[in-house]
């Protein structure tokens, strides 16, 4: 399993070999770890290694060297909401969709209880390294829930059986962080149905995605180019952008908070001026769902 991952990105720099969409999980740890203070992301660094380091310095240096730090920002944001809901007691389960190596469960409360879904291959690898680590005591023991999904499958029918019985009516907090952008329309709306079919009254849905307006900035052009050059892409891949409307327009839910990276940089590091035009600006949504629904 080892082998197979962190080959990938090696590969990617000797020979023309594309990495999938699931290793770029390896990528955004990466940048979470860069700056652990700021991230919130003390354990992101278990998941670094040269071979990862160096892929993560290619896609900056060919996209944007602000892209660390905008992932440091987008995790403390959501390491600092979900935070505040669990001291509200607001919320009691985070259902994580597309997890990648995000480490939410074991820096939040050991009272909440987690469920990290993804792709088969991610979420085998992530049981057995957090498990090996929780043993080795670098991990602490949390009450998760390891679900294999795709959410490119023609119906997540299974995937919302299997998870309504594992949240058993639970107030949840669900969370889609940095894969909106590798989903096609039609599978991002069977998701959002999905979601709202599963959660009750006064729940929370938050989502991250790009603004249309970024794609006629030349830090956008770049990144296509880069996904064009060394991603494996599937066929319902179509480089999604989503306008505020769509979650405005949300039936049931209301927006309730709405971030993007350069209002959270003035929020966490005030002195930093950040040049516009080098930021591949991310939106954060935060949704919850009506009392009458
Ligand atoms: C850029 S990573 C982000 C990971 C994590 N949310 C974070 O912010 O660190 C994108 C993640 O989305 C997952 N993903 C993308 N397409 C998916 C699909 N069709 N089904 C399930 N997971 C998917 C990938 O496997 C990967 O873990």
Redesign the pocket.
């Known amino acids: 399993m080892e082998t197979f991952y962190l080959s990938e990105p090696y590969l990617l720099c000797s020979v023309d070999k594309k990495i999938?969409?699931?290793?770029?999980?390896f990528?955004?740890?990466f940048f979470?770890a860069g700056d652990s203070g700021l991230s919130g992301d003390k354990h992101a660094h278990l998941w670094a290694n040269p071979i990862v380091a160096n892929h993560a310095k290619r896609y900056s240096s060919a996209v944007s060297t602000y892209e660390d730090y905008a992932?440091c920002l987008?995790?403390r944001y959501f390491y600092d909401t979900i935070k505040e809901l669990i001291s509200k007691e607001s919320i009691e389960v985070l259902i994580?969709?597309?997890?990648?190596?995000?480490m939410y469960p074991f820096l939040l409360d050991a009272s909440l209880r987690y469920i990290e879904?993804?792709?088969a291959?991610?979420i085998a690898y992530k049981k057995e390294k957090t498990e090996d680590w929780q043993k080795e005591g670098l991990l602490p023991e949390r009450n998760i829930t390891f679900l294999e999904?795709?959410?490119?499958?023609p119906s997540l029918q299974d995937l919302y059986k299997q998870l309504k019985t594992i949240k058993s009516g639970q107030r949840s907090f669900i969370?889609?962080?940095?894969?909106l952008?590798?989903?096609g329309k039609s599978?991002t709306t069977k998701l959002f149905d999905l979601f709202k079919r599963l959660q009750g009254p006064e729940e929370f849905m938050a989502s991250?995605s790009f603004q249309p307006q970024l794609e006629k900035q030349g830090v956008f052009k770049k990144l296509i180019d880069f996904v064009e050059g060394n991603l494996e892409k599937?066929q319902?891949f179509d480089y999604q952008t989503v306008p505020d409307s769509f979650y405005k327009n949300i039936k049931g839910y209301t927006l309730v908070d709405h971030q993007d990276t350069f209002n959270l940089s003035t929020r966490y590091v005030p002195e930093n001026n950040l040049p516009f035009e080098e930021i591949l600006n991310e939106h954060m949504y935060l949704l919850k769902k009506n009392v009458n629904t």
């Not at 994580?96 to 995000?102: A, H, L, T």
């Not at 969370?175 to 894969?179: A, D, K, S, T, Y």
């Open positions: 999938n969409i699931h290793e770029t999980a990528v955004t740890a979470r992932h987008r995790n994580n969709f597309g997890c990648g190596f995000s879904i993804d792709k291959d991610v999904a795709d959410f490119n499958a969370l889609l962080e940095g894969v952008f590798f989903l599978d991250v599937n319902q």
